[in-house]
């Protein structure tokens, strides 16, 4: 008797029901939603970049203690170099698998560096200034803002890497996808924000022809 006929017992099918493959349907919204982060992303960066020329050309002439207008033009370059390898991370995750090139791993490496240095000196620049809050408030105010976004953006990896276990456990993936987006807003092109997120379990689908077949979730 083959899988189709029916029972007289049960009068019904003994042919398995099909389960509809969704994983189409996820990767379509996926990258929708990917395309709508990488614009945020976007726009938050040339944001950076022309409030941070705006307060050097209104600082050109006033004083300063430290050099946080060399802070303020190294950090919009920075961001302006990763504007490139946006495209080069969905909702924060890096995959080598996406063909990335090695240049393009080389380069956001140097800039990692890069932002690293900045950091640090940034730091030492503004906590240690005395009279650049008075002498060249938007140099300093500027330069205050920037150290503070790179403190938030070092603090939301280290707060997911402690939350991964617990949304894993309880079942909670929209708090979790919901801080690697705002990762993903804080510092777009950058290693530092490259997490691995976990992957949903295999679907079990059977295909028309009764034979069952795993498909990937999105």
């Known amino acids: 008797m083959s899988a189709a006929e029916t ?10 029901a099909a389960v509809k493959d969704t ?8 990258f ?3 395309r709508a982060i990488g614009i945020v992303a976007l726009l938050l960066g040339l944001a950076q970049v022309s409030l941070s020329i705006y307060a050097i050309v209104r600082t050109k002439d006033e004083e300063c203690d430290q050099p946080l207008k060399l802070f303020i033009g190294a950090y919009a370059a920075r961001v302006l170099l990763s504007v490139p390898f946006y495209g080069t991370q969905r909702f924060g995750i890096w995959s080598p698998s996406w063909g990335v090139s090695g240049f393009a791993s080389f380069a956001l490496s140097t800039l990692d560096v890069l932002n690293l240095v900045l950091f640090i000196f940034g730091n030492m620049w503004v906590f240690s200034s005395e009279t650049c809050r008075d002498t060249s408030p938007w140099a300093f105010w500027t330069g205050y ?3 503070v976004w790179e403190w938030v953006a070092v603090a939301v990896p280290l707060t997911l890497c402690f939350c991964v276990p617990v949304t894993i456990m309880l079942n909670w993936r929209p708090v979790l996808s919901a801080l690697v987006i705002f990762m993903t807003l804080l510092r777009p092109g950058s290693h530092f924000t490259a997490i691995y997120a976990p992957v949903e379990p295999p679907v079990q689908a ?4 009764g034979q069952p077949h795993v498909a990937s979730a999105v």
Do not use: M, Q
């Open 23 to 30: 994983t189409t349907e996820g990767l379509s919204l996926g």
């Open 32 to 34: 929708r939603t990917a």
């Open 145 to 147: 803002a920037w150290i």
């Open 7 to 16: 029972t007289p017992l049960l009068g019904t099918s003994l042919a398995p």
């Open 206 to 209: 059977v295909a028309d022809n």
